[in-house]
């Protein structure tokens, strides 16, 4: 699976963005979705995920009721809407693929991941 993610920028707090992961190469909705992100001088984090069917989400305690993931798999696409951002916020956030629905916050079940796209909050 080739992931390709878009759609970070630049934000003023409180604002929002749509992050975008485009798949191709497998079948996409054999694959559960997740996002995870990279502060600078931090590990990676998960985000949230979203199972292969769309009907099962989990999300970071972090960012629930702000983080909104979904995908389109007749368009091979996963989303995340990204709303009330604050400045910890800022990250590389990264799209990954994952075969199996387990362990779903752990980034080692992810095999294929995206090149990640640059989200900057601004005060």
């Known amino acids: 699976v080739q992931l390709q993610a878009s759609g970070g920028g630049l934000v003023q707090a409180g604002g929002s963005l749509r992050l975008s992961c485009a798949a191709s190469g497998h079948t996409f909705s054999n694959y559960a979705m997740g996002w995870f992100r990279q502060a600078p001088g931090k590990e990676r984090e998960f985000v949230t995920t979203?199972?292969?069917?769309?009907?099962?989400?989990y999300y970071a305690d972090s960012v629930k009721g702000r983080f909104t993931i979904s995908r389109d798999n007749a368009k091979n696409t996963v989303y995340l809407q990204v709303n009330s951002l604050k400045q910890e916020d800022t990250a590389v956030y990264y799209c990954?693929?994952?075969?199996?629905?387990?362990?779903?916050?752990?980034?080692?079940?992810?095999?294929?991941w995206g090149q990640g796209t640059l989200v900057t909050v601004s005060s």
């Open positions: 979203i199972s292969g069917s769309g009907r099962i989400t």
């Open positions: 990954a693929a994952s075969i199996t629905w387990s362990s779903v916050s752990d980034p080692y079940k992810y095999r294929y």
